[in-house]
């Protein structure tokens, strides 16, 4: 029960800063896809690089997940054909809707019902995906 219960709270706290940081905001996402401001763009920049020096530090004070316990590490996987297709998907769908997935379960959280129709069409989506994959194996 307590991973459930931390798995909540980080997604609780994941939930209030992309809400906070504006990556809810459809207005915010189309002038970022347009190349029309960069704040999205540096917050996304900075994320990464904070990830990225936390989990060497992480890594370098052979640290431990906390849930579950196994070690901090980084997978190193070579790209493949799928995931150039899923990018290709991704980003069709963020320009379509002007979001992505977290900042849809942010707004409907705030209440923002056209996101059920976003949140449909991931929905819809993933079933896709699952029936193609039952059928290819």
């Known amino acids: 029960m307590k991973p459930r219960i931390a798995a ?35 917050m996304m920049a900075s994320a990464v690089l904070v990830a990225f020096l936390g989990l060497r530090l992480l890594r370098r004070r052979h640290a431990r997940a906390l849930i579950g316990g196994a070690p901090v590490a980084l997978e190193r996987n070579p790209v493949e054909p799928r995931h150039l297709g899923g990018a290709l998907l991704f980003g069709v769908g963020w320009a379509v809707t002007d979001s992505c997935p977290a900042p849809i379960a942010s ?31």
């Open 8 to 42: 909540a709270g980080c997604g609780a706290a994941f939930g209030f800063l992309i809400t906070w940081g504006q990556f809810a905001d459809p207005d915010r996402i189309r002038q970022m896809l347009l190349l029309e401001d960069a704040y999205l763009y540096e």
């Open 107 to 137: 707004q409907l959280a705030q209440g923002v019902l056209w996101s059920l129709f976003t949140i449909a069409g991931v929905l819809l989506g993933i079933q896709a995906f699952l029936g193609f994959r039952r059928r290819a194996f």
